[in-house]
């Protein structure tokens, strides 16, 4: 360090310190103006600076609810010049997004233009649209005028801004906030604004009330998109005791009957901060890539209203069964996150239970009221003076005319005149005597004698006297009375609660879109069906050919009918089946793969490539395709002689990679997949010698290289299969004729031995029936 300073290279306005503290200092900073001024919002009046600048610009613009829109451009431009010095790009993001009423759950600011749409659509350009206050954005800012809060000058010194809002209702639960910090974020979801202030009235009556019991008036979020909350109460109340948590909304949705049996669901309400293109989207991609093989198609018939129509495969499917699938699959039910991270003080941020936030703003709230009648007061006394001063001119109202028409500096004298022995000889025979003006010589004061200087002709006549006395009695009456409540806490949160009715009055359910509009209901669990029980059962013929294109034929056509193949190509595979079926496909990496018989292509064409459909390498090719039967069991070898036996229900693959069942490395390949039929095994080598053996000397294993079935000198195993040896073995001879064989005795030893020569007439395949 003392090298450092001793550097004649540095300055003398440069400062020398340890990187380490400077970045940490510095990050500090860039933390701390992060938090407080972009991210959190403040629990008083639940803006973040963009949102508070632009109402309170808006306000100084005077776009009132009941006056004239102005352009976004003007508003965007004044708040970005004045008092956010950023992007306006930015601040016109902002500002459109208060517009927006499937965003925001009471709209701060009334948009005239295209401000976006529950697509996601963007706001036109700032240039094009307008905009003013709502009701709600003036509830939010009255008293600005009356001293309610702490200014503080702007980015530059030339003007001055709110440091928070005075807030008539909780618009932190109300319309909710979010945003990411640094090492902190926040999420609060919207809120009824008549149950915040049911529960907000309970609080100032019970103010050690317990969180769970606020839950009686505040049910949980109501977002401006309606939807179904299937969160359990238990979890609501824990979310809201801690400040963490989520919420399960669902879309609402009926069905719809139609013509003979058919029906139809009809969703009526999306999700909050679901894009609605998207999720038709992704609704149509569920259909295409048949992960939910009983939704047929999907139509958007949404004009300004929601209505997504999901036309179901077959009439005989259960409703719930489908929508609890598409709850899984899809956007139609969502979790939205609870995590109250807020500026409690403005400044600090902390992690609040619902009643920390509400008692934040009710305690805000009696602050707004002490300041602003503390305001009121100082212009009652104020006013009070004034009138003192001009019921002294009434009084003795000649000797104000002649000291106005005679006197050179007429404000001067009226101030150094002794109106206490005039006051009196004038009010002599009146009932109600005034006290004359304060002061040791009885004279006006400098705002009395402006205030008896500025008064018109007109108002010299004896009517305004007695409005005068009447005005000063009824000031005096308020003032009395607002010293009575700044004298008394418990006055103080009566007056705080009748604002806050009052509110509710405004905004309640005769307010356009107060009532409630999220409903609860429990989350109905949807068993677990089987895909075949949600597919219509119908025959199909399988068809795959030798390069591997496999196709689905309607109907269960002649086996030997012959078909259509690409050149070069042809028939490999064909079996009857029904759209219920899976089928289990093999390869010969030793991989078992999974189809649905209702996902196979139709047959109108050749069909498409089962390498499309699966995960199978290029190197590996099919060894076997057959229909899964629950409960059996497989015999599967490799090209090496080494193999077991394995239930077929182990073999069933979820996942387009398949399941590795038989072990293969280097030059082995998967060779056999055959059904188990009998109590015996038949294996015939490359070298045409066959070896019987029973099947309980096999292993049943579920993924693994085998035992060694037979032993070979040189080649490897050419085919194997199982049968019953009291009915023989059979194979098919070169004419086609199936024969079989009874007399094994011959061939008949233990497992892995070498075996002996086929028998006469067995095919020169090598293969068995």
């Given amino acids: 360090m003392n090298d450092l300073l001793d550097d ?7 400062v020398a310190e340890p990187l380490r503290r400077a970045i940490g200092e510095r990050y500090l900073t860039y933390a701390l103006s992060t938090i407080m001024h972009r991210a959190l919002p403040d629990a008083r009046d639940g803006l973040k600076p963009v949102h508070r600048r632009i109402l309170y610009a808006m306000r100084e613009l005077r776009l009132n609810s009941g006056g004239g829109f102005r352009k976004s451009a003007k508003i965007s431009g004044d ?48 240039r094009y649209t307008e905009a003013r206050l709502t009701a709600v954005a003036e509830a939010l800012l009255d008293g600005l005028a009356e001293n309610a809060v702490d200014f503080r000058p702007n980015y530059d010194g030339t003007l001055t801004e709110p440091v928070v809002l005075p807030a008539a209702f909780p618009n932190l639960l109300a319309n909710g906030a979010s945003g990411i910090a640094v090492g902190m974020a926040t999420s609060i979801p919207p809120h009824n604004i008549v149950e915040l202030i049911d529960a907000c009235l309970y609080l100032i009556k019970t103010p050690d009330a317990r969180d769970d019991t606020l839950l009686n008036h505040v049910k949980g979020p109501d977002f401006p998109t309606g939807g179904v909350i299937v969160e359990p109460p238990e979890s609501i109340a824990q979310a809201y005791r801690t400040g963490r948590g989520g919420f399960r909304l669902r879309c609402a949705w009926e069905v719809e009957q139609l013509p003979r049996g058919q029906w139809q669901i009809v969703v009526t309400e999306i ?48 409703p719930e069964v489908l929508m609890g699938m598409l709850f899984r699959n899809s956007d139609l039910e969502v979790r939205i996150s609870l995590n109250m991270n807020v500026l409690i003080d403005g400044v600090t941020p902390k992690v609040c239970s619902m009643k920390e936030v509400l008692r934040a703003f009710l305690d805000f709230r009696r602050e707004v009221l002490i300041r602003r009648s503390h305001h009121r007061m100082e212009k009652i006394d104020h006013r009070l003076e004034v009138l003192e001063g001009l019921i002294v001119a009434f009084l003795n109202l000649d000797r104000v005319i002649d000291i106005i028409r005679y006197d050179d500096e007429p404000k001067a004298a009226l101030m150094r005149e002794d109106w206490g022995r005039e006051f009196v000889r004038a009010t002599s025979e009146r009932d109600y005597v005034t006290p004359a003006p304060g002061g040791e010589e009885d ?133 009857h089946a029904e759209t219920t079926d899976r089928l289990l496909v093999f390869a010969t990496n030793g991989r078992f793969y999974t189809l649905s018989g209702a996902n196979l292509p139709g047959g109108r064409g050749m069909g498409e490539p089962l390498r499309l459909m699966v995960d199978l390498p290029n190197e590996a090719d099919i ?147």
């Fill in 8 to 14: 004649p290279h540095i300055g003398p306005g440069t």
């Fill in 79 to 126: 708040v970005m010049g004045n008092y956010h010095p950023h992007g306006d790009a930015a601040i016109y993001d902002a500002m459109a997004r208060l517009a927006q009423d499937f965003a925001v759950r009471y709209p701060l600011v009334d948009g005239q233009g295209n401000f976006g749409n529950i697509d996601g659509d963007n706001p036109a350009a700032s």
């Fill in 271 to 318: 999700p909050y901060q679901v894009q609605k293109s998207r999720l038709v989207e992704k609704l149509a991609e569920l259909i295409q890539t048949r992960k939910v093989p009983i939704l047929a198609d999907i139509r958007d018939e949404s004009a300004d209203d929601i209505r997504m129509v999901l036309e179901p495969r077959s009439k005989n499917v259960d």
């Fill in 443 to 575: 004279g006006l004061s400098d705002v009395q004698a402006e205030a008896i200087l500025n008064m018109r002709l007109r108002s010299l006549r004896r009517l305004e006297e007695i409005e005068l006395r009447n005005e000063r009695d009824a000031l005096m009456e308020e003032r009395a009375a607002l010293e009575d409540l700044l004298a008394d806490e418990t006055r103080q949160w009566a007056a705080v609660a009748d604002q806050l009715k009052e509110v509710r009055k405004t905004f309640g359910k005769d307010y356009p879109g107060g009532a409630r509009r999220t409903r609860f209901a429990e989350a109905g669990e949807v068993e677990e069906v089987p895909l075949e029980a949600m597919i219509e059962r119908e025959p199909i013929t399988v068809v795959c050919s030798q390069m591997g294109w496999i196709r689905a034929m309607t109907g269960h056509i002649d086996l030997g009918r012959e078909l259509k193949f690409k050149d070069g190509d042809g028939p490999r595979f064909i079996f």
């Fill in 623 to 769: 060894v076997a395709l057959f229909i899964h039967r629950p409960a059996g069991r497989l015999l599967v070898a490799s090209s090496a002689g080494d193999g077991f036996v394995v239930s077929e229900d182990e073999v069933v693959a979820q996942t387009r990679a398949g399941k590795q069942v038989l072990n293969v490395r280097g030059d082995v390949r998967a060779k056999v997949c055959k059904p188990v039929t009998g109590d015996h095994v038949a294996c015939v080598g490359e070298n045409r010698k066959v070896l019987v053996f029973p099947v309980s000397e096999l292993p049943e294993m579920t993924r693994g290289k085998g035992v060694r079935l037979q032993k070979y000198k040189d080649g490897g195993l050419s085919d194997a299969a199982t049968f019953d040896l009291a009915d023989g073995l059979n194979w098919h001879d070169p004419a086609g004729r199936t024969r079989t064989e009874t007399e094994l005795a011959e061939w008949l030893g233990k497992r892995a031995g070498a075996g002996r020569m086929a028998p006469r007439g067995f095919p020169r395949d090598n293969r068995f029936t």
